[in-house]
């Protein structure tokens, strides 16, 4: 009995042996991969762990982070039942299974396999490295793929690869394809006959209950099933895109030693020399900030529900349309509505405030129709403005295969399209819009885009700047003619220069029997460059010496196009007294910016449309020739990106070559076209200041002149700042001392 315990014993002891084992090996098992784990994703498992992320990553790769996870299941299947485990008998299917897994990925990391090396374990060093740094498919996968590819090629690896994977899968499963075929089949027969028979059911409940119907009611039911199929028609949304696709980077080094000189340090040099410029660089792009903006797709579902909810309030009001299509943009989103036969246009656009309140829109601008389309625009403002930057209409296909030196960087349009336009082409530009709107910017833009595009010897500019702080930090730069004009008195002789120059142009073209500055430069050695006189604020002008200004740009505007000179006028009060009829006459391509009324729209285009615009770059393009202006987003560049490339441009010469004479004359406030001055004028200034005084009375009873030349000469004498303004009844007031003109008529 006593032995017979004994054994009794030693079985059960050896039982309790054997279940530790196995919760032992199991938690090993589960320890491990933790610890695998943990040394793969972090560097805190001391030394050992990070020789074991080493050689993990080195030989799997990023295929290593499976492995722990594998190891943990294997622990838990084992800790929970052990009998699963036995059943996995042929390791070898397991071993050819992990086998073409690692075949497989090093296919998919095949660019990093050195295929065209004949001996391939020279290269395991450099595998080993690169797949540390996790780009590569490691040493095991990289060397069976290797071989394969040499073998069967690319896609030869992939057909063996999946055809050995899915035999193994269907031989261990003991999985049949005819099994697999025929279920699928019998599937589909008992679905079509469960289908077949609910039809036939259907059809004959159906064919009892429309004998009962009259074909009024027919007809009408039928007329309800084609409005909803109709309303069910996918509605086609163009998405803005940011950055284009053919958008290509073209930058230009930029020197690192790049000295800035100050406005004192510039010296005034009174011949202009085209040699200077040959080694002349244009500024990079990587002076211009890039855009961050991303298209979000969560639109897609308020831009269809604002089309649907467009629809209805539409036939609320009794107007039936359908919508074909709807363009987002950075700025706004254009539903473009067909109406029905019969529906006038003016029905739709006397509806723009109640689809501003059906939208909970800001405001709402409706484009009747839209050009080129059978189709009416409506325009609902974005919940949030996407930022166009220069660098991103610079750097596209639009402004870089524009051959003109005076492109023009716009911005973009509603389908985020660059658009570039040529100002040769317009010849002149009148920009417009309230204080904030982005007037200021455009005209900014405008500057750098040509800076970007043409050397100093090829455009000149003409800057008038009455704020003073708009312009003055483009001083220094080589295409500037002269300093920035900020005196409004100074810029009305600048503007006769202008007008001279233009004369003296149209002169050399007579000689050279040519009609262009284009055919000029062709043909003569002494090439002419190109002059943008650009006034950022007419206003202050018009209020100085409105007669003399808009003569000047009336001139210029008419003739000045052919002599390669063009004219910019901005301004951020667009009233009649400023843009006079005949200005805006002879200036035909306009950009409005946001304006506070419609008749200040009307001002500047003709027509309403900028009372409705947003507000910054949100503008109206209406170049010369179109039949209606187009909304754009114009480009923004910051007060930084300026100051980057003016410092770029100012270092690229040594000297800035401003024309000396026309400095002098108009600094001394002398008009430089001499062919209206009066012979008596210099006689009369004499007079005036010895006398303290001046009236048109005075010059007829000293000179026996009759009172229009008196009159006329008493204006000369105004126009240079030498006397006051009319007072009524009483004398003008002498404005400069006799020790002033005596050193003016001693210089």
Known sequence: MKKRKNKKGKKYQIKLDNKFKQELNSLSLIFLGLFLSYSLKTDSMGKIGHFIKVMFLGFFSKLSIVIPYVIMCLGIIYLIDNEKLKKFKNYKLYYLIIFIVMLIYGL???????????????????IFSISIEGNGSGIFSTIIAYYFIKLFGVKGSYIVGIFCLTTIILFNFNISIKEIINNIKNLLVDNFVVFKNFVINFVVVEEKTTKKIKKKNIKKEEHMLQDEVEEDKPIKIVEFNNKDENTKQHSIEVKNNANVKSEEDVKIVANFESEKFLDYKKPSTDLLFESNNTVDLKDKKQILKNAKLLERTLKDFGVEAQINQVTKGPTITRYEIQPKAGVKVSKIVGLVDDIALSLAAKSIRIEAPIPGKSAIGIEVPNDE?????????????????????????LGKDISGMSVVTDIAKMPHLLIAGATGSGKSVCVNTLINSILYKANPDEVKFLMIDPKVVELTNYNGIPHLLIPVVTDPKKAAYALNWAVTEMNRRYKLFAENSVRDINSYNAKAEEKLSKIVIIIDELADLMMVSPNEVEDAICRLAQMARAAGMHLIVATQRPSVDVITGVIKANIPSRIAFAVSSQADSRTILDMGGAEKLLGKGDMLFYPVGAPKPVRLQGAFISDKEVEGVVNFVKSQVEEVNYTEDILENINKGINLDSSDEDDLLS?????????????????????????????????????????????GSKPRKVLITKEEYESTVGE
Do not use: C, H, W
């Not at 998919?108 to 450099?126: A, G, H, Q, Y």
């Not at 403005?385 to 960087?409: C, G, H, M, P, Y």
């Not at 200041?689 to 007829?700: K, R, W």
């Not at 002149?705 to 105004?718: K, S, T």
């Open 108 to 126: 998919m990391k095949k660019d990093f396999i050195p295929i065209d090396s004949p001996f391939l374990p020279e290269n395991l060093k450099v």
């Open 385 to 409: 403005v996407q930022l166009v930057t220069l660098r991103e209409v610079i750097e596209s296909d639009e402004f870089l295969n524009n051959d003109s030196k005076l492109s023009f960087a």
């Open 683 to 727: 006689e009369a200034i004499e007079l005036v200041v010895n006398a303290g005084q001046a009236s048109a009375s005075m010059l007829q009873r000293k000179f026996r002149i009759g009172y229009n030349r008196a009159a006329r000469l008493i204006d000369q004498m105004e126009e240079r700042g030498l006397i006051g303004p009319s007072e």
